[in-house]
T-cell receptor
Framework: QKEVEQDPGPLSVPEGAIVSLNCTYS??????FMWYRQYSRKGPELLMY????GNKEDGRFTAQVDKSSKYISLFIRDSQPSDSATYLC????????????FGKGTRLHILP | DTEVTQTPKHLVMGMTNKKSLKCEQH?????MYWYKQKAKKPPELMFV???????INESVPSRFSPECPNSSLLNLHLHALQPEDSALYLC???????????FGPGTRLTVL
C-alpha cells in the first residue's frame, strides 16, 4: 500500500461550484499536512498547512484532517477558472523532518 | 509500474567532486523534471526535459547540468557544488507537461 493515495483525476467542475479534493494515507505517524497548487511548468506552491486533526480556513480554501480515518480534504468554494491546476497533498511526520511525502496530485479544471 | 525511482538515496560530496544523480521512469512519460527542495520549503523547479527539449530555470547555476540519455532516464550531473546546494533533489515525470507529475522519493545531497 502506498503511503499517500490521491485520485489523479482529471476533475472538471463548473465555475462557482464547491470543489472537494481528497487524500488517504497509511502511516499514522504523519502529523503535518499540506496542500500544494501547481500550474503547468511551475513548481508546487504551498496553499494550506495544518498540524494534526481539525479544520483550517483561508479565504475560499478549507483544509480538513481526520487522523482517525487517515483522510485529508481540501475544499474550494466559489471556484474560479484561475483555480484550474494540479493540487498535491503532502505530509510529513515531524517538524524537523524535511522529507515530504507527496500524493500524485489531482488535475482540476474549472469550466467557465 | 507507476514509480519514479531515484538513486542514490543519499549522497555526500566535497566541493571539488563530480557526481551524478539518476532518475528513471517506465511509465512512458514524455516529460521529466528536476526539483530542488530545501528544508520546510516547497520544491523549486530546476529543469524540464520534454520531447527531447530542455528548459532551464534561469536561476539555476551552471554547476548543475541535466542529461537525458533516453526517454526513461534523466541524470543530473553535479560539479564544483557549494555547501548551500545541500538539499533534497526530487525528480518527477508526467505524460505531457500539462499533466499530473509523479514524484520520486528524492536524493538527499550534502555538500561539505
Amino acid at each position: 500500500q502506498k503511503e499517500v493515495e490521491q485520485d489523479p483525476g482529471p476533475l472538471s467542475v463548473p465555475e462557482g461550484a464547491i470543489v472537494s479534493l481528497n487524500c488517504t494515507y497509511s502511516n499514522s505517524a504523519f502529523q503535518y499536512f499540506m496542500w500544494y497548487r501547481q500550474y503547468s511548468r511551475k513548481g508546487p506552491e504551498l496553499l494550506m498547512y495544518t498540524y494534526s486533526s481539525g479544520n483550517k480556513e483561508d479565504g475560499r480554501f478549507t483544509a480538513q484532517v481526520d487522523k482517525s480515518s487517515k483522510y485529508i480534504s481540501l475544499f474550494i468554494r466559489d471556484s474560479q477558472p484561475s483555480d484550474s491546476a494540479t493540487y498535491l497533498c503532502a505530509m510529513r511526520k515531524w517538524d524537523r523532518d524535511d522529507k515530504i511525502i507527496f500524493g500524485k496530485g489531482t488535475r482540476l479544471h474549472i469550466l467557465p | 509500474d507507476t514509480e519514479v525511482t531515484q538513486t542514490p538515496k543519499h549522497l555526500v560530496m566535497g566541493m571539488t567532486n563530480k557526481k551524478s544523480l539518476k532518475c528513471e521512469q517506465h511509465m512512458g512519460h514524455r516529460a521529466m523534471y528536476w526539483y530542488k527542495q530545501k528544508a520546510k520549503k516547497p520544491p523549486e523547479l530546476m529543469f524540464v526535459y520534454s520531447y527531447e527539449k530542455l528548459s532551464i530555470n534561469e536561476s539555476v547555476p551552471s554547476r548543475f547540468s541535466p542529461e537525458c540519455p533516453n526517454s526513461s532516464l534523466l541524470n543530473l550531473h553535479l560539479h564544483a557544488l557549494q555547501p548551500e546546494d545541500s538539499a533534497l533533489y526530487l525528480c518527477a515525470s508526467s505524460q505531457e507537461e500539462t499533466d499530473t507529475q509523479y514524484f520520486g522519493p528524492g536524493t538527499r545531497l550534502t555538500v561539505l
